[in-house]
């Protein structure tokens, strides 16, 4: 089975990751159209030099953001946080939330800006189906693996569950080490994480911790039994931050076989589809 290896520090590799995430239009009622489509985006980064893609979908449908006040001042914080998790399927499909993964040998500042301006160029030929709503460049500068190897890996079906944290006030730095504490004061304590990894993101104050799973079982019991509040408080209460949080599924990742069996449909035939898809609901 093909699997994305992400260096568990990149100060020892050459590696640059992006994530772009997307949020479907309205008229595209089944978000398996946008998979569809980003698989074939795919194909064609690896004309650019991508190494290795991968698409996670959203099993929530939204990736929740939480202000600074909400988790201070909330006590019961895991309760919330599992309550927003209880969506329905109307509410799941209007926030939908999909990112498409991209690990990159290490470039330039200017040979980035221009890979995004190309790339983004490229996702305009599918905005009839999709916003792109965030998009960035990360360098992993820490984290773990249960099988003692240096990497992070995930394959199709895995779960994955995404922290990210950008501060409007404080250092960079700062935050890197106050997550970096955290991962490692918890990461021997979480049964059923296969690994966790930290990222820094390279154009904007933010950081990103992932962690993969066995199941989705081992992702929520960690998050109704752990109690989050208390613990974090303590590393992150200096900064003004917005946090967000949300479970995906690794629902594509690349390989040789992969980038070959997929048939081509143009996005304005899987915008065609989509919208016939929303008539035959609503009649």
Not at 113 to 142: D, G, R, V
Not at 263 to 279: C, I, L, T
Request: glycine share 4%; hydrophobic share 40%.
């Amino acid at each position: 089975m093909a699997c994305c290896c992400v260096p568990l520090n990149n100060n020892k590799n050459n590696l640059d990751v992006s994530f772009f995430v997307f949020k479907p239009t309205f008229v595209v009622v089944d978000d398996e159209a946008v998979v569809h489509v980003l698989k074939h985006f795919s194909l064609s980064t690896h004309t650019l030099g991508c190494l290795q893609t991968s698409i996670f979908r959203s099993i929530h449908g939204n990736m929740f953001c939480f202000p600074r006040r909400f988790w201070t001042q909330h006590e019961d914080f895991t309760l919330e946080l599992f309550l927003f998790f209880s969506v329905n399927d109307s509410f799941k499909f209007h926030c939908s939330m999909i990112i498409w993964y991209g690990a990159w040998q290490k470039r330039s500042n200017k040979e980035k800006e221009q890979l995004i301006t190309t790339l983004k160029s490229m996702i305009n030929n599918i905005s009839s189906m999709t916003t792109l709503i965030e998009y960035t460049f990360l360098e992993a500068y820490a984290g773990e693996s249960r099988d003692g190897s240096s990497t992070a890996k995930f394959s199709n079906g895995d779960i994955i569950s995404i922290h990210s944290a950008a501060t409007t006030s404080g250092d960079l730095n700062d935050l890197c080490y106050a997550v970096l504490a955290i991962f490692r004061s918890r990461f021997d304590k979480i049964e059923g994480a296969t690994a966790g990894l930290c990222l820094k993101a390279q154009s904007r104050p933010g950081v990103v911790c992932m962690h993969v799973w066995k199941s989705l079982h081992f992702c929520y019991s960690y998050i109704l039994n752990s109690d989050h509040r208390n613990w974090m408080m303590p590393y992150l209460e200096r900064f003004s931050l917005e946090m967000k949080y949300d479970i995906f599924r690794v629902v594509y990742v690349s390989d040789a076989d992969n980038l070959v069996k997929h048939s081509y449909v143009s996005p304005h035939q899987m915008f065609q589809n989509g919208k016939e898809n929303m008539q035959k609901q609503v009649l």
